[in-house]
């Protein structure tokens, strides 16, 4: 069965601090991995995405990571600002039979504290 | 810069209503997609047009009904709305020419049925 899990599924730390994301996924076949965030009350908008031959994939303070093998990402926040409160969403996306998928997980939602 | 617009962002009605929610994109996109978010359970795909008149059903099409006259608009319809459908749905586009098949998202719809 094709999945996206996310972990945690909430997180709360101090403005300034460093904290990462996790997404796990079991879909197949895979074309590529996006982050978005959504701001509450807001479409999600992209952050990264990685193919299956990226490992590393940056955005400012954000660098996501790609492992295939192991079928693992992770999104990594640098010095946090309070405008990171958000929700983030891991999306993993396929193409089978001429149709493609997008698989997303239900993500983590990031509150920084002044 | 890609704009997907949603013809509301909050919307009242009551059980048993006729419910039209607009979605237009500007970036000449073939594929459009209707979702509903829920807290908890992520994206959930309603229905998806690849194209002018064409339409597929996505994982959670009972209850709905979708229209495509015009490649820019893909209207989402609630027959006879429930409270059940209380969500909030979110319109993307996105173009099979892209490899990256990027989804870009509305600012959503919050729809509450009574």
């Known amino acids: 069965k094709n999945q996206v899990e996310q972990s945690p599924q909430s997180l709360i730390i101090l403005e300034g601090k460093n904290c990462t994301l996790q997404?796990?996924?079991?879909?197949?076949?895979?074309?590529?991995l996006r982050w978005y965030k959504q701001d509450t009350g807001r479409g999600p908008v992209s952050l990264t995405i990685?193919?299956?031959?990226?490992n590393t994939k940056s955005n400012g303070r954000y660098t996501a990571t790609l492992d295939a093998d192991t079928k693992q990402s992770s999104l990594h926040i640098t010095a946090s600002q309070l405008s990171d409160s958000a929700s983030y969403i891991c999306?993993?996306?396929?193409?089978?039979?001429?149709?493609?998928?997008?698989?997303f997980g239900t993500g983590t939602r990031l509150k920084v504290l002044a | 810069d890609v704009k997907v617009t949603q013809s509301s962002r909050y919307l009242v009605k009551r059980t048993g209503e006729k419910v039209f929610l607009e979605c237009v994109q500007d970036?000449?996109?073939?594929?459009m997609f209707w979702y509903r978010q829920d807290p908890g359970l992520g994206l959930r795909l309603i229905y998806f047009?690849?194209?002018?008149?064409?339409?597929e059903k996505g994982d959670i099409p009972e209850g709905y009904s979708v229209s495509r006259e015009k490649k820019e608009r893909f209207s989402l319809i609630l027959e006879s709305a429930s409270t059940n459908q209380t969500s909030m749905y979110l319109c993307?586009?996105?173009?099979?020419?892209?490899?990256?098949?990027?989804?870009?998202f509305g600012p959503g719809t919050r729809l509450t049925v009574t």
């Open positions: 970036m000449d996109h073939e594929n």
């Open positions: 999306v993993v996306s396929g193409v089978a039979s001429g149709t493609y998928k997008y698989i």
């Open positions: 993307a586009s996105g173009s099979t020419g892209q490899a990256s098949y990027e989804q870009y």
């Open positions: 047009s690849y194209d002018v008149k064409m339409k």
């Open positions: 990685m193919t299956f031959s990226e």
């Open positions: 997404c796990n996924y079991t879909v197949s076949p895979f074309s590529n």
